[in-house]
């Protein structure tokens, strides 16, 4: 273990992790301010304190190393940490106020956010949104490593070394082109796995929430070669189905929130077949800012209980 006096100093690993993001002495010189020699001296001396080296110079290009690499990581974490510290000192301990880094599923922003960042303006003025888009396990690499503070997305899904705060529940509907929507037939209940044998399912690319939260009658659907995992994201999802190409499922924020408007799209309850996601928030867990999301978990909570409502037909 390093005695005190040899610690790195935060302004040390911001040239590393500057570095390591550009593979320039010079660009990561000007993302930190200072000039190339200071860079290039603060380098040396960290890696002179670490007792190894950290990046391969030569005069065409930079490599990290791979101890460079691991060490990138949890400089993230550091800086994030003493940025947010710095912050709430600067905002006179209000814990509501400041900036967060918040990344959110595209099956999640489009269809919440606009109602929701105004009310979380009139709530907390002082708090601040830096939006990222992404699909979940981005996401995630990305808080681990600390370029984000806060996520906002779909469950169940595993988070180890995170914790979590659940929102509300999003119920899965059925949805195919209103010429093809099968007829209720009266006393019968509506027959999942025979409609998805009927015709093409289209679903979102892996790594995409619906896979991890997909019905038990997707799996005979898989195996049958019914399954088409070609859309990036459900407005193109909306227009596949539009043009006859198959069915899909829609969560009901996005049906609520508009998905559907201008398309020859219905949906349908999938009575006992009904799955949901679980929307929530995970952040990592000792994170310096945890009284924050705490608040913010709260805040959205009780909120999504008023204005957050499930897809009922007309």
Request: proline letters at 5%.
């Amino acid at each position: 273990m390093f005695a005190m006096s040899a610690l790195p100093n935060l302004r040390h690993l911001r040239y590393l992790v500057a570095l390591h993001d550009h593979l320039n002495f010079g660009r990561a010189a000007a993302a930190c301010f200072v000039t190339q020699s200071t860079l290039s001296a603060g380098i040396r001396e960290l890696e002179a304190q670490l007792g190894a080296q950290v990046a391969e110079r030569s005069k065409r290009s930079v490599v990290i190393t791979p101890l460079g690499h691991r060490l990138v990581a949890r400089a993230r974490l550091l800086l994030r940490e003493a940025e947010a510290l710095v912050a709430m000192a600067a905002e006179d301990g209000n814990p509501m106020a400041g900036t967060i880094d918040l990344g959110v599923l595209p099956t999640i922003g489009p269809f919440l956010l606009p109602r929701l960042i105004p009310a979380l303006g009139r709530q907390f003025p002082q708090l601040r949104l830096a939006l990222r888009e992404d699909k979940t396990g981005n996401l995630l690499d990305q808080l681990a490593e600390g370029r984000l503070d806060l996520v906002l997305m779909a469950f169940p899904y595993d988070t180890p070394g995170m914790e979590t705060r659940m929102l509300f529940d999003d119920a899965y509907r059925f949805a195919t082109r209103k010429d093809d929507a099968p007829r209720p037939v009266k006393g019968k209940r509506f027959d999942l796995q025979a409609q998805i044998d009927e015709r093409n399912l289209l679903l979102l690319e892996h790594d995409h929430c619906l896979h991890s939260h997909a019905l038990p009658a997707l799996q005979h659907a898989a195996e049958v070669g019914r399954v088409n995992f070609s859309s990036t994201s459900l407005h193109t999802l909306v227009a596949m189905v539009s043009e006859g190409m198959g069915a899909t499922f829609l969560p009901d924020l996005a049906i609520t929130g508009g998905i559907l408007k201008g398309t020859s799209v219905v949906v349908q309850p999938l009575g006992d077949a009904a799955s949901a996601r679980t929307i929530g928030l995970c952040w990592r867990r000792n994170a310096a800012r945890r009284e924050t999301f705490v608040q913010l978990g709260d805040f959205l909570h009780a909120w999504a209980a008023r204005h957050v409502k499930p897809w009922a037909p007309a």
